[in-house]
């Protein structure tokens, strides 16, 4: 019923073991590449998104196989975020699908009950990636309708290739793949520390500096404060404009609010009445440098993936002048920053919020579904389904809840797909087999 690699040497084996669970069943001494028949769906990324479809999938009894690059599950959270890190919407919205947060977890999760959680949803639903396996390349394979899937472990000290073959490509590595660092001008003679927000842990070495920290997004917000808390001096660059909202109105999430409001009024009242709340209880903070977009959060939010930051604490510190906000960059010299208004600072070292972009151009090949940004091009709701069994999860920059959607459309599709076609090779025998050597050619060539 699991999944059923299979190496592409041996065809009675690979006739054999359909409908069996076998994990590599031989390695191959011949080649330094594997081949790997995949009896369902290859998902790549074990990040929420990934472990959401994997658990769909396993409720349905789809076999499956995940490809992880990282060597743990949700990588971006164990590994590329720094200590304070809470979640920033309510937990009721950031669950995943059929198994809800434990009872006792606060408002706000902190990132590690969010990890411990991800790691029982996963040991839950008996789901075990391929750790260590980054996809190189995808290729949908028109001669036999099946998609090539190739990788490279990351782990072995001489680098093992594998190719997996299979019918659906679940694409689930996230909006946040890659760390977008600009190029500036002099920054390569900036002579302190220059590290980006993914790599960011905490300002405890860094009290008593000055820090020049670039974007002022969730994460340019976050690490200002965090440098604040640790008795150090950050400059946050504010280049254009920024959505300041406060998490809470009058005790209830703003984004619950945002939420409810969407369904009875249009986009644009929603996104006026959020920032009249804004004006009334953050006051008006373009007075600090922190201009607003002239489209409001929410459509900022849709049109150009811009969140817009809920307040945690950063504000309060800007008012008090602990966070200075700084126009933007004009070039960097030893020791310090030239602004676009002249200005000149001192600096010990930069932190650059910069942000994060999708990877999936470099390496999902001839593809008409995924824009250059590597996010699909049709809108929410459509954007998790493409041609030829292609399939994306958590794209729709709508954080947790969206990948959570995403991923049930995505398992319930499969396996409607997956069911009919086994149906259908269980009543002709025959034209299985003609499908293994077909697989069997395409791999030879
Ligand atoms: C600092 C930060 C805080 C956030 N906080 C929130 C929040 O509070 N609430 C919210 O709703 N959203 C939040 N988000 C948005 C975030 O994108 C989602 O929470 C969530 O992580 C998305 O899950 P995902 O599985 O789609 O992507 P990811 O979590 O990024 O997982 C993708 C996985 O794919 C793997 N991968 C990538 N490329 C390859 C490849 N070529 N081969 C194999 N594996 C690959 C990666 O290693 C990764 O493990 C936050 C994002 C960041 C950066
Ligand atoms: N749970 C939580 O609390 C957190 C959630 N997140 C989420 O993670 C995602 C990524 O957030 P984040 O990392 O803040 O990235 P964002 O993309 O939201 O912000 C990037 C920032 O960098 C600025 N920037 C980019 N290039 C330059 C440049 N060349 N010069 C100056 N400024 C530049 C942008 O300015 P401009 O707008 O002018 O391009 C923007 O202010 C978001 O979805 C966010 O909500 C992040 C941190 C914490
Ligand atoms: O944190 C993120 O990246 C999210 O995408 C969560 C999110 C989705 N829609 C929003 C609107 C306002 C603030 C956060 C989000």
Redesign the pocket.
Same mark, same amino acid.
């Given at each position: 019923m699991y999944n059923t690699p299979i190496t592409c040497l041996n065809i009675p084996n690979m006739l054999q073991t359909f409908g069996h669970q076998h994990h590599h069943l031989h390695e191959d001494l011949f080649f330094s590449r594997r081949c790997i028949w995949v009896n369902g769906p290859v998902i790549v990324g074990a990040g929420p998104s990934g472990l959401a479809v994997a658990a769909g999938l396993k409720q349905q009894g789809v076999p499956f196989i995940v490809l992880e690059r990282a060597n743990c599950i949700a990588s971006l959270w164990q590994n590329r975020t720094y200590d304070r890190l809470k979640l920033?919407?309510p937990k009721q919205f950031c669950q995943l699908p059929s198994f809800p947060f434990p009872e006792d977890f606060p408002e706000y999760p902190t990132k590690y009950q969010f990890i411990n959680y991800l790691e029982s949803y996963a040991e839950h639903f008996n789901i075990n990636p391929h750790f260590n396996e980054a996809v190189q390349s995808a290729k949908y394979d028109e001669t036999f309708g099946l998609w090539r899937v190739k990788t490279v472990s990351t782990s072995a000290s001489n680098p093992v290739e594998v190719e997996y073959i299979c019918r659906w490509l679940v694409v689930a590595t996230g909006?946040n793949a890659e760390k977008v660092v600009p190029d500036f001008k002099g920054l390569k003679e900036f002579s302190g520390p220059v590290t980006h927000a993914c790599d960011y842990k905490s300002g405890e070495s860094c009290q008593g500096k000055s820090v020049l920290v670039v974007g002022c997004g969730?994460s340019g917000m976050e690490v200002s404060l965090d440098l604040c808390n640790h008795n150090a001096h950050p400059s946050m660059v504010v280049r254009s404009s920024v959505h300041v909202?406060p998490r809470e109105v009058l005790g209830k999430s703003t984004?619950e609010l945002?939420v409810t409001l969407i369904k009875w009024c249009p986009l644009w009242m929603v996104d006026k009445i959020l920032l009249v709340l804004a004006r009334l209880i953050l006051g008006n903070v373009e007075r600090y440098g922190l201009k607003r977009p002239s489209l409001g959060? %929410?459509e900022l939010?849709n049109i150009a993936g811009k969140?817009?930051v %809920?307040d945690s604490g950063a504000l309060s510190k800007i008012r008090s002048r602990d966070i200075k906000v700084v126009p933007g960059i004009k070039r960097f010299a030893p020791g310090r920053v030239e602004l676009v208004n002249g200005e000149n600072m001192q600096i010990d070292s930069v932190i650059l919020a910069t942000g994060y972009r999708s990877n999936v151009p470099s390496w999902l090949k001839d593809n008409d579904f995924f824009s250059e940004d590597g996010i699909p091009k049709n809108p929410f709701p459509n954007g998790w389904k493409g041609k030829a069994g292609l399939y994306a999860v958590g794209f729709t920059?709508?954080? %947790?809840?969206?990948a959570s959607l995403d991923a049930i459309s995505v398992a319930l599709d499969i396996a409607k797909r997956w069911k009919e076609e086994t149906k259908q090779t269980r009543k002709s025998v025959t034209g299985q087999h003609r499908r293994c050597i077909h697989i069997f050619r395409a791999i030879e060539n």
């Open positions: 920033h919407l909006e969730n909202l984004f945002a959060p %929410l939010k969140t817009p %809920l920059r709508r954080g %947790l809840s969206g």
